[in-house]
Structures are given as C-alpha cells and as structure tokens.
C-alpha cells in the first residue's frame, strides 16, 4: 500500500501537472470505484484543480468552491500520468483527461478496493480524516503520548490510521527495525529511551524514504509504486540478511499481513511465534489489510 513517503511524491508530481488545468472529463471504468453519491461526479469536470495534498493514505484534488475529489489506492492502486499523444497503456479503473495528459488511476489484482470520493463542504473533507497524527508534524511528547494513549502493540499503533497518519506495513517495519524494537511490544512498556528512539526512527525512515523516491521521480511521475523495495532493511526480505547484523529476516503472518523483523537487532534473538501469535494478539493486530486501511 502506498504510504506516506510514496502519496507525497504523488501529490508533488500531480501538483505540478495537473494545479492550474481544468478536468475536462472523467471516465470511470469500474462501477465499484465511486463510492460517493452526491454531487454527481459529472459536477466535477470543467472545475479546475487548485491544490493537491495528502490526506493520510488519501490524496485530495481541491477543485475550489469547497469541492474535492479523494482518491485513495489502498494497496494496489496507482496512478500514471499519460501524456497527450502518447500510447495511453492498460485502461485503468478512471481516467482524469486534462488539457496537456489524462491521470490514468488503475488497481492490479481483482479485488476493488481503491475508491474514488467526490465530496463538497470542508466539513465532508473533515469527516474522511481518520485522526491520526502527522509523525513529521510533531514533537516527542506529542508522540509519546498518542502512543501511549491506548495500549497496543507497536506494529499495531504505528499502523493505525486513529493514531498516526500515513504509515503503513512497510515503513511501520522499517521504521521498527531501525528503532530495534520488537513490534510486538507494548506501547504501555516502552521507557523513555525506547519512545525516543521510535521517534527518531519514525521521522528518519519517512524523510529519508520520501527523499529517495523523489530523486527517483525526478520531475517526471513516480514510476513503481510497490511495497517492497530495493534497500530497505527488512520489510520484504524475508530470509535474506538484515543490513546491520547479517542474520535473516524473519516473518510474523497473520491473515493477510506479513510483518518482518530481525530477531537479533529487535527481539533479543527471540522469533515470534505464528500461532502463539495469533492466541496472545486476539484482537490486537490489524486482521487484514482492510483493518490497517
Ligand atoms: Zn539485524
């Protein structure tokens, strides 16, 4: 699923195609796309996109007059920007024509789950937010406090939309491993040390991720939009050796969810057990992809 360091180079490749130009037409290819019903979609074409921003995972086309498109990919959506004149690819589940290009929205796979929002009123904006905190936006107390708000495990907190903003599996592993910390622990159990260290290791996986996938964009589109990448440290490399300690990555499934970790630098050489898992989390673990949005 697309997370905050990838919607951000989305929202600043959009911005500059598509801020300034009016939509001219919206196809829909997929009747399970649109899940808004008023105002009629058709009330968005000819408005013309004043900003572009990220709404956690979602992304937000202000068309003005406090109208909004919100896109969300959820985990296999992705956006592709198609130049004028240029061979327009696979259609996808909804083409946005502008003058110069059509944004193409497709999703791989077969189950729909991107959804495309038409909203008006600040306030309907409002009510799709989900609450959590902006990671980059806050200072530590406010971050040890959200995470100690309710008690969870990591995996769990960092992942919930509620309580933080725009992280997912992906960089939630990641952002774990390089606080070499156990993502089964509680949040109510961290010290000081250990809060401060998830922190850092928050921010810096973020920026740097973001950094990186910028350079890569360039001024063009970001090309692969995927999950597991090329230097990241465990999510996705499962067995193969963590770039600190050399040992294998290890693995934590649970329904559809795969969670990586390294037993030496994160649970004290401990391996989570897959069914001991299941029983000690109940309900303390994003069920499904679904769960963690
Ligand atoms: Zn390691």
């Known amino acids: 699923m697309p997370e905050l360091p990838d ?27 649109l899940r808004s019903v008023e105002p009629p979609i058709s009330q968005a074409e000819g408005r013309v996109v004043r ?19 919100v896109i969300h990919l959820m985990i296999a959506g992705r956006l592709r920007w198609v130049s004028r004149g240029a061979k327009p690819g696979p259609l996808g589940l909804a083409l946005f024509q502008f003058p110069d290009g059509a944004l193409v ?21 409002r009510a799709t937010d989900r ?29 919930d939309p509620r309580l933080f903003s725009g ?20 949040t109510g159990r961290l010290s000081e040390a250990e809060i401060d260290r998830l922190y850092h290791a928050c921010r810096n996986t973020l920026t740097t ?25 465990v999510h996705g490399r499962f067995k193969l050796p963590c770039p600190v300690c050399g040992s294998p990555v290890q ?29 000690l989390l109940k309900g303390d673990w994003p069920r499904s992809l679904d769960e963690i949005e």
Request: glycine share 8%; with cysteine.
């Open 131 to 159: 609450g959590g905190l902006e990671v980059l936006d806050i200072d530590l107390p406010a971050f040890a406090a959200r995470l100690r708000s309710e008690s969870h495990t990591l995996k769990r907190a960092l992942t």
């Open 105 to 125: 929205l497709t999703e791989a796979g077969t189950k729909r789950r991107a959804s495309l929002h038409f909203i008006r009123g600040a306030e309907a904006l």
């Open 209 to 233: 991720w973001t950094d990186r996938l910028r350079r890569e964009a360039g001024d063009g589109f970001p090309g692969k939009v995927t999950a597991f990448r090329e230097g990241m440290a």
């Open 7 to 33: 919607i951000t180079v989305y929202v600043e490749s959009l911005t500059r195609v598509i801020v300034g130009r009016p939509i001219e037409r919206i196809l829909l290819k997929s009747p399970f796309l």
């Open 251 to 279: 693995r934590i499934r649970y329904a559809e969810n795969e969670t990586n970790y390294c037993a030496r630098c994160q649970t004290g050489g401990r391996l989570l057990a897959d069914r001991a898992l299941s029983r």
């Open 167 to 186: 992280i997912g599996n992906a960089y939630s592993d990641e952002a774990l491993h390089a606080a070499r910390l156990s993502p089964l622990t509680l």
């Open 51 to 69: 900003a572009v921003s990220r709404l956690g995972k979602r992304i937000v086309l202000d068309l003005g007059d406090e109208y909004f498109l």
